[in-house]
């Protein structure tokens, strides 16, 4: 998923009243799709819909997911759609925000198995702490757990982020970027610096996996469906 994917869009209770909530659309493009540091596709296509209200969300988020192979990436031999749903709650009390939620990666064609994780963020400042705990399907072997964690310092569209895996995954990246809104239009670009755990990439002479430096370039749009 893109960098949009940890932004919290949000979803009404029944309560709430329909007249608040707002929904919107989003269309995107990367020259590379890599999520949490993981190569995904080459040059991948996204969209989603979202429903908010109160700080709840929801949503719905879609992106074209590829082998790679030709890109020099090991992994799936499969194409297909990654398919993510979420919900949940995000707020704010004075400089401090919070959010709690609930994701579910799907995906076609074999590409990968689901999986399912919760959702914590606490922020203060420029500083934001995401923690997600989740459970992989695994296809026919054991499902597996994993924690990720990620801290991002974030100022005037300058961001830096440190993340990485524990459990039954490992592997650490960081990211240095810049995003802005130009005539309606979001651009982004940002330098991937990922370990060998996560990089897909094969040394050419011993075939063993090596660390990987990339620069990918996101375009995106909103749209207000109110």
């Known amino acids: 998923m893109n960098s949009r994917k940890t932004a919290f869009i949000a979803i009404a209770l029944l309560s709430s009243g329909i007249a608040n909530a707002q929904w919107s659309a989003n269309l995107g493009f990367a020259s590379d799709y890599f999520f949490r540091g993981i190569f995904q596709a080459q040059s991948s296509a996204s969209g989603g819909v979202d429903y908010e209200n109160n700080g709840f969300y929801a949503g719905i988020w879609a992106a074209d997911v590829s082998d790679g192979t030709s890109a020099g990436y090991s992994g799936s031999d499969a194409a297909g759609l990654e398919v993510d749903g979420y919900f949940g709650y995000g707020g704010e009390v004075g400089d401090f925000s919070y959010g709690i939620g609930y994701t579910g990666y799907f995906y076609t064609q074999d590409f990968d198995d ?49 993340a990485g895996f524990s459990q039954d995954a ?57």
């Not at 420029?126 to 026919?140: C, K, P, Q, R, W």
């Not at 309606?184 to 610096?193: A, M």
């Open 114 to 162: 689901t999986y399912q994780e919760i959702n914590l963020s606490g922020g203060f400042g420029i500083a934001t702490l995401d923690v997600a705990i989740g459970e992989y399907d695994n296809f026919s072997g054991p499902k597996q757990d994993y924690t990720y964690y990620a801290l991002t310092l974030e100022k005037n569209g300058f961001y830096g982020k440190y």
């Open 170 to 226: 490992d592997g650490e990246y960081f990211e240095l970027g810049y995003g802005a809104t130009v005539a309606d239009i979001d651009l982004g670009v940002y330098l991937l610096f990922n370990d060998k755990m996560l990089s897909g990439i094969e040394d050419v002479d011993s075939g063993s996996p090596t660390d990987n430096n990339s620069i990918i370039f996101t375009i995106g749009k909103s749209f207000d469906l109110n």
